[in-house]
């Protein structure tokens, strides 16, 4: 079967999955294997994740069209809801099988039950696949006596005793589809064309050159170029990478995991293979760590009921946030006053992506750092405007940054000021993406509102009219913030031991062997 997975992400479930479906259909004496594709986007997702998901739709869509044409097939490319496309097609296209990439997110669980009991109804084989996660996350909480491992060492002792991932399987050959046939009608450009930049609400004029285009042709050029790289490969450790750096310091791959152009299994086996018989860095800071990362947050989403809010989510503290849409505001559109900070979400407005320590200090500032407000409102914006923007990723760090879950060391604090100046003690970073600072001197590039007003006006920036203010004043905010997780987590501890039953989420009903080995069987088929 045929079947890839890109995904675009909205908050509040606005934002549908963009699906692809294998569909085995029976054509007479003929069995036919036709890829479809559901596209649903939601106008106000981020312009740069617009742009990477047309670009997508062009560089990865015509290139498979143009490979299954090899084979003397087609990609037909459907729209509408898969609830009112599907039940049509089944009987259209007298349909015997249908395959689906196994998802895990609420909105994707709930569409494909939905359609495997339409296909059901209508006498149709469902058969479906894990491949867009590097084990079945099911059987990762079935190890795990039913719960989700809350913990990275915790994950790491399950998937040891479950052995390697799968690796991926070769692409279809003429050989494999010998008994193939796709009937294709003069119409199928018409009907089943693949989208246009026009359709899916882009302008093409407006459209500027992109940092990161899409597509599994570039995913894959990409992974080969930093495969080349076996010294910094082997020796990758994600901490010590740098978060304002001119260029990225790390494999920017994950966009293009996120939106299926780069398998993270292909991504795992070709580091397997580099690490073959060399020294190499381990998880969690390793390559092959941050993409165990991914899985622990896909496990953890799975198995924690509300995974992506505080309220009803057993494994999350519960904090009295603030609710301050002018502090939310001023963080959003990078006007905080405090030039790192601003810097980065001016880069991620931009360009889509940000380094992962630039993201612990925007997301540390915004909650318990400085700004106590919500992570589930730098949450939605994170889904907004990143272009790997992954669900259960995204949660699962603004829960870490924020200490509500997984990581409980509140009391560090990013510092908005001296962070940066770690890896970047003359701020170009911040003059790259806050050109009106660029005139600043470095003793003063970080905390302008320092700088006599001399410089400021040779800088060509007086702050409070140029550039704002500090938005809070952090040596000051910063300590009260800590006082008040103190109260937030001493709470928890009580609540937690008058009701015993709640502290670490709700253990999942225990699978019958007989629902497992029917699972297996879906899968195997």
């Keep these: ?79 509408g809801k898969p609830e009112d496309v599907f ?25 494909d039950q939905t359609v495997t009991a339409l296909a059901k109804e209508h006498g149709v084989e469902v058969i479906y696949s894990v491949s867009h996660t590097l084990y079945d996350i099911d059987r990762i909480i079935e190890e795990n006596n039913g719960k989700a491992p809350l913990t990275f060492i915790r994950m790491q002792a399950i998937v040891k005793t479950l052995g390697p991932p799968k690796r991926p399987i070769p692409a279809p050959t003429m050989e494999n589809m010998k008994d193939v046939k796709t009937p294709c009608s003069e119409n199928h450009e018409k009907n089943y064309a693949i989208p246009t930049m026009e359709e899916v609400g882009q302008d093409t004029a407006a459209l500027e050159e992109e940092k ?29 990478t740098s ?54 947050y896909y496990t953890a989403s799975v198995g924690i009921p509300n995974f992506s809010k505080m309220e009803g989510n057993p494994v999350c503290t519960q904090v009295d946030w603030d609710t301050n849409a002018e502090y939310l505001a001023a963080w959003r559109e990078a006007r905080t006053g405090f030039p790192f900070i601003d810097a980065i979400m001016t880069q991620l407005r931009q360009e889509g992506w940000i380094h992962h320590l630039a993201r612990h200090a925007v997301a540390c500032f915004l909650t318990r750092g400085d700004l106590w407000i919500n992570w589930e409102e730098g949450q ?41 100046k770690k890896t970047d003690k003359n701020g170009d970073y911040i003059k790259k993406y806050l050109p009106l600072l660029k005139k600043f001197p470095a003793q003063y590039i970080y905390e302008p509102w320092k700088a006599p007003r001399s410089i400021q006006q040779a800088a060509g920036c007086i702050v409070g009219k140029d550039y704002p203010h500090p938005i809070v ?10 006082q008040r997780m103190k109260l937030a987590y001493a709470k928890r501890s009580t609540d937690a031991a008058e009701s015993p039953s709640k502290k670490q989420g709700v253990k999942r009903k225990s699978t019958s062997v007989i629902d497992m080995m029917k699972k297996k069987k879906d899968r195997k088929k």
């Design 212 to 240: 990161f285009p899409g597509g599994e042709q570039e995913a894959l050029r990409r992974l080969d170029e930093h495969m080349k790289r076996t010294g910094w490969v082997c020796n990758f450790e994600k901490p010590h």
């Design 87 to 111: 039940p049509k097609l089944f009987n259209k296209w007298k349909v015997t099988k249908l395959t689906y990439e196994y998802d895990t997110e609420p909105y994707s669980l709930s569409r």
């Design 380 to 420: 939605k914006v994170f889904e907004e405007l990143l272009l790997d923007g992954d669900w259960a990723l995204n949660a699962g760090n603004w829960q870490w940054l924020s200490a509500s879950a997984f990581f409980h060391q509140f009391f560090r604090v990013y510092s908005p000021v001296a962070f940066g």
């Design 1 to 79: 079967f045929l079947s890839f997975t890109s995904k675009c992400r909205q908050r509040n479930n606005s934002c549908r999955n963009v699906r692809t479906t294998a569909m085995k259909l029976a054509w007479g004496t003929h069995i036919s294997t036709i890829v479809s594709r559901l596209i649903h986007l939601n106008v106000s997702v981020g312009k740069d994740v617009r742009h990477f998901f047309v670009r997508t739709q062009a560089l990865y869509m015509r290139p498979l069209d143009c490979s299954l044409r090899k084979l003397d097939s087609r990609l037909f490319v459907l729209r």
């Design 473 to 482: 004043q952090h040596e000051v905010i910063s300590k009260n913030n800590i």
């Design 243 to 296: 978060p304002n750096s001119l260029s990225p310091s790390t494999t920017v791959l994950s966009p293009y995991v996120t939106f299926g152009c780069l398998s993270a299994r292909t991504f795992w086996w070709r580091l397997t293979d580099v690490y073959q018989g060399k020294k190499h860095s381990a998880p969690p800071v390793s390559l092959h760590g941050q993409l165990l990362w991914r899985e622990f």
